[in-house]
């Protein structure tokens, strides 16, 4: 069992940073890969950026390559999502969740745990 609990969304203006932090409860968080999600309004869920198990490979939606990045402590059981050049169409609710196994994926539906997610908001 894992818990998860998002943290730093906020109100950024274009152009902005946020960080975003992923904390996990359970001792085998390590064994998880570790993904980041997001939903806008009346959009459906859309992958993001995920990490595997160890740190040392990750992916990125097209729509944020390059100007996100995804690490992961597994000493202090987190997983951080840095956003940088934030632009209104990155507005949603993110969410982080883990996955069964130490590889990464894309798709939500190999995601076993989620956290309830932490609003972004870029706008001027």
């Known amino acids: 069992q894992v818990q998860l609990v998002e943290s730093g969304g906020g109100l950024m203006q274009p152009g902005g940073s946020l960080r975003l932090s992923c904390a996990a409860s359970?001792?085998?968080?390590?064994?998880?890969?570790v993904g980041w999600f997001r939903q806008a309004p009346g959009n459906e869920r859309e992958f993001v950026a995920t990490?595997?198990?160890?740190?040392?490979?990750?992916y990125f939606a097209d729509s944020v390559k390059g100007r996100f990045t995804i690490s992961r402590d597994n000493a202090k059981n987190t997983v951080s999502l840095q956003m940088n050049s934030l632009k209104p169409e990155d507005t949603a609710v993110y969410s982080c969740?883990?996955?069964?196994?130490?590889?990464?994926?894309?798709?939500?539906?190999?995601?076993?745990?989620w956290g309830q997610g932490t609003q972004v908001t870029v706008s001027s």
């Open positions: 990490i595997n198990w160890s740190g040392d490979s990750t």
């Open positions: 359970g001792r085998t968080f390590s064994s998880y890969a």
């Open positions: 969740a883990c996955k069964p196994g130490r590889r990464w994926s894309t798709f939500p539906n190999e995601y076993t745990y």
